[in-house]
């Protein structure tokens, strides 16, 4: 039962979440619409070398790809610690004072 109650908590905050993230993007778009109504057009402006900078959408990637890996990796360390200490925590054999 606590797992169910736990993954009903998860779905929860995750709906939450993205609710909020919905209406944030929607006041984004709003401003945006807004700004470029009353701003005039900005000229592009030809910088060198700025056709070898990344992307946003591949800085956004790149990121998220490295946050990826790096909890993957956090992840796997959590089970080795859980996997290493499970001998002290109770019910998990005989103490070694007791051999």
Do not use: C, H, W
């Not at 779905?11 to 944030?24: G, H, I, Y």
């Not at 057009?41 to 790096?70: H, M, N």
């Amino acid at each position: 039962m606590a797992s169910n109650v736990t993954q009903e908590l998860q779905d929860q905050f995750l709906s939450t979440v993205r609710r909020s993230q919905e209406m944030a993007l929607e006041a984004i778009k709003t401003m945006v619409d807004t700004i470029q109504n009353i701003t005039p057009k900005v000229p592009s402006v030809d910088l060198p070398f700025t056709d070898k900078l990344p992307k946003p959408q591949e800085v956004v990637a790149g990121g998220y790809d490295f946050a990826e890996k790096l909890l993957a990796s956090q992840r796997k360390f959590a089970d080795e610690v859980v996997k290493a200490t499970a001998a002290l925590l109770p019910g998990n054999g005989e103490s070694k004072a007791a051999k």
